[in-house]
């Protein structure tokens, strides 16, 4: 996805940050393991919190640890997260919708990116394929993925000015993604997903506004004209807050601060980012 | 305004409630000291989760019972579809409050700030629309719910404190760079 998901760095302690990226290298390593080297680019900052989210909320997988060097940092031994299902789960929805924005861009965006899809498209497809021979749960997300970007491009077509509306496909892939790794009451997860899925939609669309304003593409805050910013705000700010309450439901297990950190503070921090571009960077690379 | 998972909020209120009363009973008894922070934190969490139980506020006298009943049983299509077919000329403030909540519950959290400040406008001396649209306004602002704490002092507040994040963010980068991180 689109790297909105990011943990709120000054409020992070040094153990929980090490864990995140721990993590985050371990979400790197598997891609690379089990969908070859085209995969690792596609490492995301979502990935990686869906992958600690789910070991956090799920609280049945046990992540085990190892220092070890790799190819983005060959000098220093790194602590890494070893695989389990909830990062085996990431890699395969990366992958899946990986496949899926590739076919996308092919289907409508300009020429360049045309041929880079048409190019990254064979490995992108043998990988989601090595993703679905995994079993049911690939397949569950590959159909909620497909649905997805269905509903997502018949929106656009019919140029839908609501962005509520706009957002829900990729909320709905969201949910259902979330639902695969709920323990105790599938509501909770449920709707933690849907509101994770708008506000990444809803942030894209923000970031994208200008943009697509100059090429004339669709978005949905463009029916707003002048109030489109402040319109995006509130939409964002409004899941935000649901987001935060919704957090408070779970019986999360470890790195339960680095989740709420991400969730209460990460991502208003982004908003932020988004609505005073050119300010402050959280983004730092890991 | 019900929340889709007040539900699950008000048991948890419930084990809350309990084990708040558990310590007041012993502490009573003299049996331990303890301190008298935290508990004060949890409960304004889940309190303003629950919504402060709007749902409940409403005193029966209602237009719409039947389609009140159906959102409390999160049979949304069905409410919206009784809803939607009221005609124009007889939609009231609380049609207004119904169709937010049932947006609400379906995650569309801007339709619904939307029609619960017409419900407000409307009917502006009603609790129930007050409450649901001063809640949305505040998120609306602030991007977390009101009586919620974590974070809230860092972007809530109109002064100054923008300074004080990149100031942490610069030493932040700073550590980061002496302990040989930042490499890429």
């Known amino acids: ?109 300009g020429f360049f990116k045309k041929i880079a899809g048409a190019l990254l498209l064979p490995f992108a497809s043998s990988a989601r394929k090595k993703a679905l021979a995994t079993g049911e749960e690939a397949q569950k997300i590959d159909l909620a993925a497909k649905k997805m970007t269905e509903e997502q491009s018949a929106l656009e077509s019919e140029k839908c000015s609501l962005p509520d509306k706009a957002a829900q496909p990729t909320a709905k892939f969201l949910e259902e993604l979330m639902a695969l790794c709920a323990k105790g009451d599938e509501r909770i997860f449920r709707r933690f997903g849907y509101l994770l899925g708008r506000y990444i939609y809803l942030c894209d669309a923000l970031d994208d506004l200008e943009d697509d304003r100059k090429k004339g593409n669709y978005n949905p805050f463009i029916f707003a004209n002048e109030n489109a910013k402040e319109e995006a705000k509130a939409a964002l700010n409004l899941t935000t807050a649901e987001l935060g309450d919704d957090i408070s439901l779970f019986e999360l297990d470890r790195y339960k601060e680095t989740v709420e950190n991400i969730v209460c503070m990460g991502l208003r921090s982004e908003v932020r980012r988004i609505t005073e571009k050119g300010g402050e960077e959280n983004g730092k690379s890991l | 305004m019900d929340n889709p998972l007040a539900d699950i909020a008000a048991e948890k209120m419930k084990e809350i409630n309990a084990a708040y009363e558990q310590i007041q009973k012993d502490r009573k008894a003299g049996k331990t000291s303890y301190g008298n922070t935290g508990y004060g934190g949890a409960y304004a969490g889940y309190n303003s989760y629950g919504g402060n139980g709007y749902g409940g506020n409403y005193s029966g006298n209602s237009q719409f019972a039947d389609i009140r009943r159906l959102i409390q049983q999160n049979r949304i299509a069905e409410a919206e579809e009784l809803l939607d077919g009221v005609p124009e000329y007889s939609r009231n403030a609380e049609w207004y409050f119904l169709k937010g909540s ?45 009586g919620r704490t974590s974070g809230t002092q860092i972007y809530g507040c109109p002064c100054d404190c923008c300074d004080c994040c990149t100031t942490l963010m610069c030493m932040d980068c700073i550590g980061d760079c002496l302990c040989g991180n930042g490499c890429c």
């Open chain 1, 1 to 109: 996805m689109f790297g909105y998901i990011k943990p709120y760095r000054p409020e992070l302690k040094i153990r929980e940050a090490e864990e995140y990226r721990a993590v985050y290298c371990g979400l790197c390593r598997e891609l690379g393991k089990s969908y070859g080297i085209f995969a690792r680019m596609t490492l995301s900052y979502d990935f990686a919190f869906m992958a600690m989210f789910m070991m956090s909320a799920n609280g049945e997988i046990c992540p085990s640890f190892e220092n070890c060097r790799c190819m983005a940092h060959p000098f220093k031994k790194q602590c890494r997260c070893l695989e389990n299902r909830a990062i085996s789960l990431s890699a395969k929805a990366a992958m899946i919708l990986t496949y899926y924005k590739i076919k996308d861009d092919i289907k409508d965006k």
């Open chain 2, 102 to 146: 049932i947006y609400y519950r379906r995650g569309w959290l801007s339709e619904a700030s939307r029609c619960f400040q017409r419900a407000y406008q409307m009917e502006p001396g009603n609790q129930e629309y007050a409450a649901a649209y001063q809640r949305m306004a505040y998120q609306q602002q602030y991007g977390s719910s009101p």
